[in-house]
């Protein structure tokens, strides 16, 4: 059986913004920043994943928050596409149906970067 279940938690990357479309729905859209597992190199990477919704409660939420405040979304994978037949454009994001405010003590924070020792030559020789 088919599923498009979405749940992610992180943080808003800056103000939500409304968009009137044709039909007179308004989509609210923002980012969302999630942080990935540390990175092999020591580093913390983070995704930047745009959403949408149509939904007003949602949308009031998530106007309601200010830039790096925590958030859990519920949604779906959409792609869309639209333009000309000739020059079609393909956009991914996530269509949000629930969004709950999250309290920042509940975020775990983000852990210091391993630190990166120099190996002897001999040592990368012998790995290949």
Known sequence: MDRNEVLLVGRLSAAA????????????KWRLLVRRRRHRRGGILTDSIPCVTFDPEVADLVRSLKPR????????????????????????????????????????????????????????????
């Open 69 to 128: 405040d925590p958030l859990e979304i519920t949604g779906a994978f959409r792609c869309r596409v639209y333009g000309p037949s000739a020059a079609k454009i393909w956009s991914y994001e996530v269509e949000v149906a629930a969004a709950m405010r999250i309290e920042a003590e509940l975020m775990p924070e983000a852990e210091p970067p391993e630190v990166l020792r120099p190996r002897p030559v001999s040592a990368l020789a012998e790995a290949g």
């Open 17 to 28: 913004e409304d968009r009137c479309l044709p039909s007179g729905d308004t989509m609210t």
